[in-house]
C-alpha cells in the first residue's frame, strides 16, 4: 500500500464512515484518504451521496479526477481570458470554452498570416511611387 519516492516511504490509507455535522438534516457516507510520508501525516476527506464502490477507487477514479478536470478547466479560463462559464450545465460551459479556443486559435493564425509592420511604407514617408515624380498624384489634388 505504500510507494517509494526517492529513499522516503509514502504510505496511504482510506477509511470510510458514516456522520453528520448538526447542521447536516442527514447521516452522510465520509471518505478519508491519509498519507503519511517524509513530510509528516496529510488527511483529505470527501463526503459523497454515492452508496456503493469501494473508498479508494471513489477518491482515486471520482474525485481525484474531477478536480483534475476542473483544474484543467480552470487553466482553459485564466489563459483564454473565458470567465462567462456561468451556465448551470457543464457542457454548455465546456462547449464555451471550446469556443473561447477557436477563437484563441483563429487570432493567433490570422495575426500570424498579417504582412509586416516593416514590409509597408511608412505613413511618414515622402517616396512617391507615382509615374511623374514633378506632379502630384490625380487622387491628391
Not at 501525516?41 to 482515486?60: C, H, M, P, Q, W
Not at 493564425?109 to 511608412?122: D, E, F, H, I, T
Request: net charge positive; aromatic share 10%.
Amino acid at each position: 500500500m505504500g510507494r517509494c519516492l526517492g529513499a522516503s516511504l509514502t504510505v496511504r490509507r482510506f477509511k470510510e464512515f458514516f456522520d453528520g455535522a448538526a447542521s447536516w438534516s442527514r447521516v452522510e457516507r465520509i471518505i478519508a484518504r491519509v498519507e503519511v510520508g517524509a513530510q509528516g501525516a496529510d488527511t483529505r476527506f470527501i463526503v459523497t451521496n454515492l452508496a456503493s464502490g469501494k473508498a479508494k477507487a471513489l477518491y482515486e477514479d471520482v474525485y481525484c479526477r474531477r478536480g483534475a478536470a476542473e483544474n484543467h478547466i480552470k487553466s482553459w479560463k485564466t489563459h483564454l481570458a473565458a470567465d462567462r462559464t456561468s451556465c448551470t450545465r457543464a457542457t454548455a460551459n465546456q462547449f464555451r470554452l471550446f469556443l473561447h479556443a477557436g477563437a484563441y486559435w483563429l487570432m493567433w493564425g490570422l495575426r500570424a498570416a498579417m504582412p509586416k509592420r516593416s514590409s509597408l511604407p511608412s505613413p511618414n514617408s515622402t517616396r512617391c511611387d507615382c509615374a511623374s515624380s514633378r506632379s502630384p498624384p490625380a487622387w491628391s489634388r
